[in-house]
């Protein structure tokens, strides 16, 4: 693998201008969609008066993104990286400004939500395997896995901060919180003008897109270790999302106030935060054969509380214990994703990983608000914990998540297989 890093010499990660840069305006940009991907669902169900709209429209937005992300990855290898972040940040002005306006007037319909969540979608599509690709560019290959475990840090925070926020926001009125993602969209836009190292693909030669597309496709489904992640995520990501969104919109019918259904995720983030904490090491002194199996069984065991009807605090302890699984697991998986997949290739593959990843995922609000009207909580709970359950299984039989290594020999991964 070939890395472009600015200075050439090493430094220390937060001695590193340009990771800076990048830093603060994924952290701004990944704000902005937490607060916007938590009040989009509720929002729905508030203009509406059904959950199963409000599951809708949080699929409508999870779909588009899904199926705009393998396009978005090939994007990326093909098209000077800085003039997508330049992109990603007027997009997000626009689609979460327009629907902020809409909200603020009382003109939003249903016909319009569904509408800006699919354009809100397109762009978390398009640019969604962005940042990590610009990521490798202005780190070096050493900084890696402490830049993934600090990224998962910041995600944490995100997590923590994010949902209680867009809580608080929702509580000054329902178009506040895509007001304030609206501005964060604009994070980007230092990165782009700022960054000093490069952040073209470094491809001389194109293909047609579909040829590319192809490509990314092979090189990813040929990396075991990344086939098999992407098979446990299938399920595993189906079944938190149904659970968490059966909860959230469960309080939300018992007329729980936004900031407290906001708390519930942020629990989570406390967790990853600890857990983002201890990943460096986790990585770098122990197997992650041993670390991501142990993290994904222990994500099933507390993940499987949630169909309990349980209290706010009794919530965010179990969330908080899955949220401290979730962060090793990320961490480690990103960190390998990022040192061995050349830099040309790496916004196709990481598209693949995330699209596949988030595949059934998708369905989740959707299937969770059409259990709840149809079921109830408990048998929808129920039947997302057997999934759970099932992805656990599935990490246990997984021979290449069971061997790989620690982080100073990630490079000789291989890469097929």
Known sequence: MTTTTTPTTPVRLFGNRDYLLWWGGDTGSALGAAIQGFALPLVAVLVTGSVGVG??????YL?????????????????????????????GLVVWGVLAALVATGSVTTAALAVLAVLGGIRAGLFTSLTNAC???????????????????????????GSPLGGVLLGFGPAVPFAAAALLSLS???????????????????????????????????????????????????????????????????????????????????????????????????????????????????????????????????????????????AIMGGIVTTIVPADKLGRVTSVAATGAMALGSLAPALAGWGLTEWGHSPTAIAFVVLLMAGAGLTLASRPLRTIPTAKNWTGIPLAG
């Not at 599951?55 to 409508?60: M, P, R």
């Open 55 to 60: 599951g809708l429209v949080a699929t409508a």
């Open 63 to 91: 779909g588009a993104a899904l199926l705009l992300g393998l396009p978005g990855g090939v994007l990326v290898d093909r098209v000077d990286r800085r003039q997508l972040l330049a992109w990603q940040a007027i997009s």
């Open 135 to 161: 990521l490798q560019q202005v780190v070096t290959t050493e900084q890696i896995p402490t830049a993934t475990s600090a990224n998962q840090g910041r995600d944490a925070v995100v997590g923590l901060l």
């Open 188 to 330: 980007t836009l230092p990165a782009a003008m700022g960054v000093r190292a490069s952040l073209d693909p470094g491809r001389t030669e194109h293909a047609s897109p579909l040829a590319d597309l192809r490509e990314g496709l092979v090189h990813a489904w040929r990396i075991p270790v990344l086939r098999a992640l992407i098979s446990v995520a299938l399920l595993v990501n189906l079944a938190l999302g149904g659970l968490l969104t059966t909860v959230l919109f469960t309080m939300l019918q018992e007329g729980v106030p936004g900031w407290q259904l906001g708390l519930v995720e942020g629990f989570a983030g406390v967790g990853m935060l600890v857990g983002a904490i201890a990943a460096p090491t986790l990585a770098h002194r122990l197997r992650g054969g041993l670390v991501v199996p142990a993290g994904l069984v222990w994500i099933a065991l507390f993940g499987s509380l949630l169909a309990l009807r349980l209290d706010l605090r009794q919530l965010g302890l179990v969330t908080g214990l899955v949220g401290l699984g979730v962060a090793p697991v990320n």
